[in-house]
């Protein structure tokens, strides 16, 4: 069985070098002529042994450039499934909601530890937003008026779908928000939980069940079915605890700008570059990509 290293630099800080790629492929033992995905940005090389990331990063002394590890075989996926708030998204949107109503660093103190899994997923989601009862919802536009994507979302997604794939948007907030990314993106599909309203303002509710890490992964399973592949075949990208268990499942889980617990815990980590990373990690040349 062989294995591609893949070396990805983010753009607006350095270049990627020959030299550089060159300490990589000594750290682990060598391999094949690399490719370049994009000149000074991206490339690639096969070695027929697992190699060891963790040397192969610290050969980088600190740049920001990332190093992932797939198999050869079966390199592009047919299903991404990713995270929505600081994925696709810059920020977190309940946090945004919860500044616009003057408790942002109380909330945000609270999405911290949960979603470094300090505390339950479901029982913080419901405590914040008890928090945010009796908020006029035109605080809803505000906060979508300060959500920004992710530089290379829209470029994964249309990438993706152009060359057959299915992709999901899967969050632990809010479908008012999910809904409007999922559209700027393309999206196939979208899920995530609903904030109650009295036509007026938040009740300070939200709708049960609520989906966290289980239902993130069922949402994986369920879609590898309906796509009808191998849960080998899929991608899942996330930052958060809640995230794991579907990043841990998926054929390839990346965990992006991720939390501790979650950069512990998953191999293939992106700490540097944009979103197009996971398109570099599958195999496709920056000519292939498609600008949404």
């Known amino acids: 069985m062989s294995y591609i290293v893949t070396l990805i630099a983010a753009r607006d800080a ?43 990063r610290a050969t980088l002394a600190g740049a920001a450039i990332d190093v992932l590890v797939t198999r050869t075989r079966g390199r592009r996926r047919a299903l991404l499934v990713a995270d929505m708030d ?66 290379g979302a829209k470029t994964l997604v249309a990438t993706m779908r152009r060359h057959g794939a299915m992709t999901a948007l899967v969050s632990g907030g809010f479908t008012l928000f999910t809904s409007r990314v999922a559209g700027l993106c393309g999206f196939d599909h ?47 990208v996330g ?16 965990a992006y700008r991720a939390k501790p617990v979650v950069a512990a815990s998953v191999a293939n980590r992106v700490d540097y570059a944009d979103l197009r990373a996971l398109l570099f990690v599958q195999g496709y040349s920056s000519d292939l990509f498609v600008e949404a």
């Open 86 to 151: 600081s994925t696709i998204i810059t920020g977190e949107t309940l946090d945004e909601l919860a500044a616009i109503a003057g408790i942002g660093e109380e909330v945000a103190a609270i999405t911290r530890r949960s979603m470094n899994g300090d505390i339950d997923f479901r029982e913080a989601l419901r405590a914040r937003v008890a928090m945010l009862r009796g908020l006029a919802l035109t605080a809803v536009e505000e906060a979508w008026s300060r959500t920004h994507l992710t530089p």
């Open 14 to 56: 350095v270049t990627l070098t020959d030299a550089a790629i060159g300490r990589v492929r000594d750290a682990v033992g060598g391999g094949e002529t690399p490719r370049w995905l994009s000149p000074g940005e991206a490339a690639c090389f096969q070695v027929q042994a697992p190699p060891d990331l963790g040397l192969a």
């Open 239 to 254: 930052d958060g605890a809640n995230d794991l268990s579907m990043l841990q499942a998926a054929g390839l889980g990346i």
């Open 190 to 236: 979208h899920r995530a939980n609903t904030l109650l309203d009295d036509g007026a303002a938040l009740t300070g509710v939200v709708a049960e069940p609520i989906l966290g890490a289980d239902s993130k992964l069922a949402t994986l399973q369920e879609l590898a079915i309906l796509r009808g592949v191998r849960m080998t075949a899929t991608l899942a």
